[in-house]
């Protein structure tokens, strides 16, 4: 258990919410550890998609999941969302696509923290200017992690086609340049490892050393559910992944930038921590309720209601809610967890 996550929801609970938000989080703590079908408490964090267009073609990324029919979430739809849950802490405005296109994203952080919300996303960096930065910087944003899948131009541009190196570079300079002392956003780095990079982390570290960035976070890639990406996925034995971990905690100690990996590499089987339906939800643009933001997040492939003539209070313990937590404690989870990154990772881990 990571105590300081546990402090973390605490904290946020008694701010938001005083005595009712520490009986939720109360409630929330019965619940992932009885994991029931019905769930009693309101839900903790959520992720809600503000867009699905995006100015890239990463090789990341899965083209399908971005053909849908709506593009866009608006102000009034979000703020209709938001209203349903009362005792959220934590919120993610990301999706598939680039929230910097949603030309409501800096109002959407403003409702979110007069809520007293703790608010992020990731963002590929290429659309940053004067403006937009210091948009994100004045509307309360906690985090912003910038996705870096490369150090080097080569590997950056094979990875996030469309994009400069150089100019991403430049603009994301930028905005810490404007950031300058504000102690918020916190910026971090992301970086989703595959076949094409897994070489090029320790030049990744030392452009985040550049750019001003504290931490590097390192994830592993997943398929959205899908197989049309299985070929980028990296192949890496644990052993060589090991080894290769134990340089870059020294080059991180050389750097002055902290790595965090989103998985336990040292685990040779996958257990399963993940507990998404028993606290968070992910919303799409449409307003599809589904599991998660991994391979849970494609309407397409699974979803478990839609706001649009029901609350996300009947979905929440719909029949779709109650069977998918069932088939995930089984030993036979549902076909979209396995293989999923997220499998292993829990909420307090």
Request: glycine letters at 6%; proline letters at 4%.
């Amino acid at each position: 258990m990571n105590i300081g996550k546990v402090i973390h929801y605490l904290n946020q609970g008694c701010q938001k919410n005083g005595f009712h938000g520490l009986k939720n989080l109360m409630q929330n703590y019965w619940v992932l550890r009885r994991e029931p079908e019905v769930v009693s408490s309101e839900i903790l964090t959520a992720i809600i998609e503000p867009t699905v267009r995006c100015n890239l073609n990463c090789i990341t990324c899965s083209d399908v999941t971005r053909g849908r029919t709506k593009k866009d979430m608006d102000f009034s739809e979000f703020e209709n969302i938001l209203d349903q849950f009362p005792y959220l802490i934590k919120l993610a405005l990301q999706g598939v696509g680039e929230p910097l296109l949603n030309r409501d994203l800096s109002r959407m952080i403003r409702l979110v923290k007069e809520r007293k919300i703790y608010v992020y996303f990731n963002s590929n960096g290429t659309l940053l200017d004067d403006e937009n930065s210091n948009q994100l910087i004045q509307s309360g944003l906690d985090l912003i992690n910038f996705s870096i899948d490369g150090g080097t131009k080569e590997v950056y541009e094979k990875i996030r086609k469309g994009a400069s190196f150089e100019e991403f570079r430049r603009r994301v300079k930028r905005f810490m340049e404007i950031k300058g002392a504000h102690p918020l956003p916190e910026t971090h780095a992301w970086f989703v490892l595959n076949q094409y990079n897994r070489e090029d982390i320790l030049p990744t570290l030392r452009l985040v050393r550049d750019l001003g960035i504290s931490k590097l976070n390192i994830q592993r890639m997943h398929t959205w559910g899908r197989r049309d990406k299985q070929g980028v996925v990296s192949d890496e034995e644990q052993l060589k992944l090991k080894e290769r971990k134990e340089t870059i905690a020294i080059v991180s100690q050389e750097t002055g930038v902290s790595v965090e990996w989103l998985w336990d590499i040292e685990e040779e089987k996958p257990i399963r921590r993940c507990q998404a339906p028993w606290y968070t939800t992910y919303i799409t643009v449409e307003g599809f309720v589904t599991p998660c933001c991994v391979h849970g997040s494609d309407p397409q492939l699974i979803h478990l209601g839609q706001l649009n003539g029901n609350t996300f209070k009947e979905i929440w313990n719909g029949r779709g809610y109650r069977e998918f937590r069932k088939a995930l404690k089984s030993d036979e989870p549902p076909s979209i967890c396995r293989d999923c990154p997220a499998y292993s990772q829990g909420i307090l881990t």
